[in-house]
Every structure is written in structure tokens, then in C-alpha cells.
């Protein structure tokens, strides 16, 4: 059973759209949540939650943990061209990160 | 420039063969970790160190085996025993105590067994 679960799996959308992204993770072990992107080569790394309700901003992106549902959304607004990537989710834990299966967005212009 | 270098970019070889994937990190990092990464897949976790000397099995080691006899160098092995080798390898990694955002990743190696 995966611990750690993304949605939408792939998503299309049109450049100037607003997307949001799911990610739920487990209770066990938890220290924090983390996001990248990634274009066919490593992961850029995005950003890293620890604390519920407190959003984090970079540009048009922006992302929230919300302990108590065990989840985070990470948002996308304007969207471009240049967002289109995968976007892994990843629990991290005391020594390692389990990472979800990731959604695949596609922006098209 | 310190970082993590993972060679080749891209490896052939024939089924039945075992192959050995190289990682060098010049950080000083105690820490390094190998992930798998197939179509349509997150990163899975392969094999982990986090001291010279000792390493664990992460959540897909069958068919792997990794040595860990410096602290710059932990290179995976993939062997004949591994069912679907063809797949995208990354390698990263932390310095120990530190938080996830600060772990790097190497370019990665995109294994190809026929």
C-alpha cells in the first residue's frame, strides 16, 4: 500500500490556468513534506513544510500542510508552459523520503 | 564546485550482465542514498547509507547491492537478479542531521538492459 499518495496522476490544462495539486501522506514517522518538480532529470526541489497552515510562496507557486488531514496542496497560478513537468510529492522521515507517484502536468499554450 | 556526479549519463547492456553504477560526491556528506524511477513512478528507494562502512536495504533492494568503502563513493550494482533493470537511477545526497531540503541530487544514469 503506498504511503505516500498524489492526485491527480496527470492533468491537462491551457497556459493562464490555476491548478492544485493533492498529496496525502501518513502519520508514522513524519517530519516533513517536501515538493519538486521534475523535467526529465533530477528533481529541482520546490519547497519544505513542517508546520500546518502555513503557506509557502515562490513566484506563482505556492504550497500548504495541513497535519490534522494528513495532506498538502501545492498551487500553480498563471500557469505556463514552462510548468509543465512532473511534480513529486515526498514524506520525510527520520533517515530517508518516500515519495509518491507523482502527477504529470501538461500546460498547453 | 561541489556536487554529485553519476556516470554515464546513459548505460546498454544485455540481459544477464551485471552492471555497476558510479556516484562521487565532493560535499562531505555522511549520507547517500540510490533511487529508481520508472514511467509514470515517483522515486523508489533502493539503498541508503548514512556512514562509511554500513548501508540499508531501502524498499526495492532485490536484485541490488551497494558497497560504501569511502565517503564520496557509493556505487550500485545491478545484477543479473533484477528483473526489470531498465529504468532512470538517481543518486543523492545529505549531510547527516540535516533536513531533506538540503539534499542534492546527481543527473542520474538511464539504464538500458535488452
Known amino acids: 500500500e503506498d504511503k505516500v499518495v498524489q492526485s491527480p496522476l496527470s492533468l491537462v490544462v491551457h497556459e493562464g490556468d490555476t491548478v492544485t495539486l493533492n498529496c496525502s501522506y501518513e502519520?508514522?514517522?513524519?517530519?516533513?513534506l517536501l515538493w519538486y518538480k521534475q523535467e526529465k532529470k533530477a528533481p529541482t526541489f520546490l519547497f519544505m513544510l513542517?508546520?500546518?497552515?502555513i503557506e509557502k510562496k515562490s513566484g506563482r507557486l505556492s504550497s500548504i500542510l495541513d497535519k490534522k488531514e494528513l495532506s498538502s496542496i501545492l498551487n500553480i497560478t498563471a500557469t505556463q508552459t514552462g510548468d509543465s513537468a512532473i511534480y513529486l510529492c515526498a514524506q520525510g522521515g527520520s533517515e530517508k523520503l518516500v515519495f509518491g507517484k507523482g502527477t504529470k502536468l501538461t500546460v498547453n499554450p | 564546485d561541489g556536487g554529485i556526479t553519476q556516470s554515464p549519463k546513459y548505460l546498454f547492456r544485455k540481459e544477464g550482465q551485471n552492471v555497476t553504477l558510479s556516484c562521487e560526491q565532493n560535499?562531505?556528506?555522511?549520507?547517500m542514498y540510490w533511487y529508481r524511477q520508472d514511467p509514470g513512478q515517483g522515486l523508489r528507494l533502493i539503498y541508503y547509507?548514512?556512514?562509511?562502512?554500513?548501508?540499508q536495504k531501502g524498499d526495492i533492494a532485490e536484485g541490488y547491492s551497494v558497497s560504501r568503502e569511502k565517503k564520496e563513493s557509493f556505487p550500485l550494482t545491478v545484477t543479473s537478479a533484477q528483473k526489470n533493470p531498465t529504468a532512470f537511477y538517481l543518486c543523492?545526497?545529505?549531510?547527516?542531521?540535516?533536513?531533506?531540503?538540503?539534499?542534492?541530487f546527481g543527473p542520474g544514469t538511464r539504464l538500458t538492459v535488452t
Open positions: 513542517t508546520s500546518s497552515g
Open positions: 502519520v508514522t514517522n513524519f517530519r516533513s
Open positions: 543523492a545526497s545529505l549531510q547527516q542531521g540535516r533536513p531533506f531540503d538540503e539534499q542534492y
Open positions: 560535499l562531505n556528506h555522511d549520507a
Open positions: 547509507s548514512q556512514i562509511v562502512n554500513d548501508f
